[in-house]
């Protein structure tokens, strides 16, 4: 993106593993201090998307960092614009999630990523979610939060959301699965998901969203001071 774009607008980062909540959380604060939002993680929903639209496989380096490169997405409000059309509702399919933890352990396909996420910096400031956001895309944010909850609390949040959407969901296929992809997260080679040494940890389990959410504006409006 603009290399006019000045480094220090103010970034808060929430990494965390996959259904942690972290998303609905990271909006929130996003809004309640008027902020930008990026939701990383769509970004590698979208290429994944994309490689299922053109079938191509999720190990494919070369063809994923083209889909990366060439990636026609507008991100308006609440949609997610790709090639003109609307895909917010098809980037949460478990297919799609899948794919995309699947294409996220390839480094060239990250690399090709990292400036889509940079570009979401700007005044005010910046309230990023995903897995490295504070240990690899904005290592200078000023509040890194690591938000983690019980596999079966995440499985239970994931199963509810699916059942709200009208959609199927087996409560047992989602522990295996996101099992899984915690695992292909935290043990890739590059970027892998794991608190940055000076994040604050942040168990969701027995919390609720507002909690968490009152939480880190409290601490962010301390460090703002
Ligand atoms: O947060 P999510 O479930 O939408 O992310 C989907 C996948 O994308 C996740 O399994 C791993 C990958 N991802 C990543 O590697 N780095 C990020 N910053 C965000 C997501």
């Not at 972290?22 to 929903?45: C, E, M, N, P, Q």
């Not at 297919?95 to 060239?108: C, K, T, W």
């Not at 199927?168 to 699965?177: G, M, P």
């Amino acid at each position: 993106m603009s290399q006019s774009v000045p480094k220090n607008f103010p970034v808060i980062a929430i990494d965390g593993p996959t259904a942690s909540g972290k998303g609905t959380v990271a909006s929130r604060v996003a809004t309640a201090l008027g902020w930008h939002f990026l939701d990383s993680g769509s970004i590698y929903r979208l290429v994944a998307l994309q490689a299922l639209r053109e079938g191509v496989a999720f190990d494919d380096e070369r063809s994923l960092v083209a889909i990366a490169n060439a990636l026609d997405v507008r991100f308006d409000g609440e949609e997610v614009v790709l090639a003109g059309d609307d895909v917010k509702d098809k980037l949460r399919h478990e297919e799609v999630g899948n794919g995309a933890s699947r294409l996220a352990a390839l480094p060239s396909v990250r690399t090709a990523l990292l400036e889509r996420q940079t570009g979401f910096r700007k005044a005010p400031g910046l309230v990023a979610d995903g897995r490295d956001m504070g240990t690899v895309v904005f290592p200078d944010s000023f509040l890194k939060i690591f938000l983690t909850a019980s596999v079966a609390a995440r499985a239970e949040r994931r199963y509810k959301q699916l059942i709200d959407k009208g959609l199927s969901a087996n409560l047992e296929s989602l522990v295996l699965d996101l099992k899984e992809r915690d695992d292909r997260d935290t043990n890739r080679a590059i970027a892998p998901l794991k608190p940055s040494a000076d994040a604050v940890l942040l168990d969701t389990t027995a919390l609720s969203a507002d909690d968490a959410v009152k939480f880190i504006l409290d601490l962010a409006r301390q460090r703002m001071r």
